[in-house]
């Protein structure tokens, strides 16, 4: 019985994969969408494979759930403004590496601030830094943690009593 149940929305598939795109691609003028909204109907079918294949007219139901996925896409589509990403660069946080320059000691090496800044001051993980460095991500991790412990230690020393 599930194999029977497996093979009829295989071939309902196969059979009406082609007229559901184009019906889908007519309502929302997107082949990506319309390609989910059908992948979405058969995954449905495929979910409530037991319920869909006593139904009297399974061609007609694909085409109501295609149409409805279709309609709801758009729907939300509607009501999601889209903000062109250059029009909001202005709201984009300060960069803090000169903030986090001015705190760094003097006496650090060069290397060293500029993975520290890397790290803390344009936020980036270690993966990120090693590729922006040239470096393997251990290597990354190691150069971060000497020159912390430098950092920390200059820090320690300017503040002695």
């Known amino acids: 019985m ?19 795109f184009r ?18 109907a058969f995954l449905l079918a495929l979910v409530q494979k037991k319920d869909f294949t006593t139904h009297p007219n399974p061609e007609g139901w694909f085409t109501l759930v295609v149409g409805y996925l279709c309609k709801n896409e758009r729907r939300l589509l509607r009501s999601h403004s889209e903000v062109p990403l250059e029009s909001v660069f202005h ?22 601030k500029q993975i520290l800044i890397l790290r803390f001051g344009k936020q980036m993980d270690h993966r990120m830094i090693a590729d922006y460095l ?12 000497r020159a912390l412990e430098r950092c920390r230690d200059l820090v320690i020393e300017h503040n002695a009593f």
Do not use: I
């Not at 019906?23 to 979405?40: H, I, M, N, P, W």
């Not at 040239?134 to 943690?145: C, P």
């Open 134 to 145: 040239g470096l393997s991500e251990s290597a990354s991790r190691s150069r971060f943690s």
């Open 91 to 112: 709201l984009a946080a300060p960069e803090t590496t000169d903030d986090l320059l001015v705190l760094l000691p003097e006496e650090l090496p060069d290397p060293d």
């Open 2 to 20: 599930e194999q029977e149940r497996s093979r009829l929305l295989a071939s309902l598939f196969k059979d009406n994969h082609e007229r559901l």
């Open 23 to 40: 019906l889908a691609f007519r309502l929302t003028g997107c082949k990506d969408l319309a390609e989910e909204s059908v992948q979405e």
